[in-house]
């Protein structure tokens, strides 16, 4: 890990997110020799997405699902864009950035199993268990975090970040007054 500058510092390196992709790939294809339906989460899961199909070492087919929360401390999540596939009977995994209250990740759950899937288990790069509002099993996890905001590697703040190639965090309204500056600041440091 790079040392403190100002509240920014690299969470994971690149060798480190690899060798996430890698173990939790492994770790997937143990348990579902047979195949596996990876349902990813839009959009923060991108670049995690990416690296761990890649490192899944069996048959898997891919589809994605985006969801936009609202209301009162938005609270409230609603589906932006459906599945295209029949998980019907399938097991499936579901693959996040980041597991923070479990909001997202229960209704997830509640969809696929509302759609019939024989199993559903989640598998989050990162999980911040110390926010937890529901009880959520996350079977596979990256890396757990405190109660830091992260950019990059496909995690964002209002958008932007996600195109920094590393996981960093960063003092949350530095990130939200300055993206400019701090996504230079930031830029493959
Ligand atoms: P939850 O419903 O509270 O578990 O929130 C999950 C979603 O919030 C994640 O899928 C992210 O999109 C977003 N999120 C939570 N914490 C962070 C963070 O530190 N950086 C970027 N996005 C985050
Ligand atoms: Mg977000």
Redesign the pocket.
Known sequence: MSQPDHGVRSLLEASELAAIAHRLGGEIRRDYPDGVVVVA?LK?SICFLADLVRELPGPCELDFLALS?YGDGRTRVRVVKDLDLDVSGRDVVVV??????????AYVLRLIALRGARSAAACALLD?QS?RLLPVEVRYVGQVISD????GYG???DERYRNLPGLQVADEADLRSKPPAMFERLWRR
């Open positions: 989460l923060g929360s996040l950035d980041i597991v923070d209250t479990g909001l997202t990740l911040r926010r830091e905001h992260v950019v995690l964002d703040l």
